[in-house]
């Protein structure tokens, strides 16, 4: 069993920044591919960031490439997601996922075991 646990949402100004965390239960290392995806009023759940530790790489969106950082501390099994030049279509519930069964689709929702509960994230203009 794995509990992953968000915070830092909230309600910003367009063009300013806010950085999100995940707290994980076990060793951040352990997982395969750790994901932060959103959901807006209305919409499918999108895939925002990944990293994978299998393959040593971070993947983002493109909707959010060069403005969204994720990063990992494992000493503090917790992971990141700096989010910078915001947009009022960022607007959503931001969810962290765990796949600790190895799935290739890094993209998919499905590919994902475990979900943090969310945190919301708005930006107005």
């Known amino acids: 069993q794995v509990q992953l646990v968000e915070s830092g949402g909230g309600l910003v100004q367009a063009g300013t920044s806010l950085r999100l965390s995940c707290a994980a239960s076990v060793r951040t290392f352990s997982v395969y591919t750790m994901g932060w995806f959103r959901q807006a009023p209305g919409k499918e759940r999108e895939f925002v960031a990944a990293?994978?530790?299998?393959?040593?790489?971070?993947y983002y969106a493109d909707s959010v490439k060069g403005r969204f950082t994720m990063s990992v501390d494992n000493a503090k099994n917790t992971v990141y997601l700096q989010m910078s030049s915001l947009k009022p279509e960022d607007t959503a519930v931001y969810y962290c996922a765990a796949d600790i069964n190895y799935s290739s689709d890094y993209r998919r929702p499905s590919s994902y075991d475990y979900w943090g509960q969310g945190t919301q994230v708005t930006v107005s203009s």
């Open positions: 990293f994978s530790w299998s393959a040593g790489n971070t």
